[in-house]
């Protein structure tokens, strides 16, 4: 009989983004059940003879009602099904799923850090979610951060113990599919022709969530300084507007609108990767910043935020720049720095694209989770 494990998310989307290669792996030796406040219709693509979904409502907002209810779903199907492992990604499905796990005895509770909200936060409201990853900690049998300085960082702040955090391979959640983020000629055509943004342009592309905690914002304002000083440049920003900052973002632009270009959710990052030639991550706050290395792998060297995670996705100096967040001044010195100094660019390009071939393959973290799993399977089952 084969061993039952269970993976759990609050919603669907990061089953699919991030835990899609792991899946397939752990499927070959694990029957593997899914749950996720989603439907069969929208990770149709993950399910096959030994994958399932059991989906459950799990809030992504704090409700002490629906929690409950979640709380107690959660313990009686892992009560009733007696998986050998669960894991958890986000803080919410982690909470709840930790210590429902913890009540039900599963032997082996994962859950995998990717990155803090309170990190950057004060007082009361950094205080309660930090000590909601402490209690995500105490109930889980082993945990994992995707990069080491977010590891560092969660020992430091004393919410996790050494012993019980790990890293798979040099970090992220499932390394980069090179077949799919590479330099591609075809698409930066497409692309620029769609956008009507010149050939010979240099691009700079910011892909993510549209957030204040993204940094977009400072985006703005160090683009349009730099549009008023450089005149062949465009701002490509890709992603779901999270916070409603379109308006904000047209309002700070306005005096360079016809070198900026938005695009909403794209299921093909990998394009508009191609299509650019500097990738922009001023964020202040990341777990490890996988969009950095697919950039990397696409051949863009990066300007990223100087906080744990990133620093684990840039070598400052050879594969990108490294600024303080909110440094809206320094963004500013980095752009102009990179777009006069082409060789540089180049250089950074070429050393972005070899790291991330020999240090992030999703070849090798894939293969350290199946590591993981057995280890720690064998050492709880």
Known sequence: MRTKICIISTVGSPLIVFMRPH???????????????????????????NVRLIPLKIERKTSLFYDLIA????????RNEKFLSIHSLMPKAGLLAMVAGYLACIPCRIHTFTGQVWSNKSGF????????????????????????????????????????????ANGSICGVDLLRFKPNSLSKFDIRSQLAIPSDSLVYLFLGRLNKDKGILDLAVAFSRVAAKIPNIYLLIVGPDEEGLTLDLNKTLRCCHDRYRQVGFTSHPERYMAASDVFLLPSYREGFGSVVIEAAASHLP????????????VENGKTGMLHPP?????????????????SLRNEMARLACERAHEKFSKTIVVAEMLKFYTRNLNFNG
């Open 23 to 49: 899946i397939e792996m752990l499927s070959e030796y694990y029957d593997v059940t899914l749950i996720a406040n989603t439907t069969q219709i929208e990770v149709s693509d993950l399910l096959g003879p």
């Open 125 to 168: 409201k950094r205080w309660g979610l930090r000590f909601w990853d402490k209690i995500i900690a105490w109930c889980s049998t082993c945990l994992l951060a995707d990069s080491f300085s977010q590891k560092i960082f969660l020992i430091e702040e004393s919410v996790v113990r050494s012993n019980k955090i790990d890293v798979l």
């Open 326 to 342: 909110g440094d809206i001044n320094t963004i500013e010195k980095y752009m102009i720095e990179i777009f006069q100094n082409k």
């Open 71 to 78: 709380l107690i779903s959660l313990y009686f199907i892992f």
């Open 302 to 313: 990066a300007i990223v935020s100087n906080i744990y995670g990133l620093v684990d996705a």
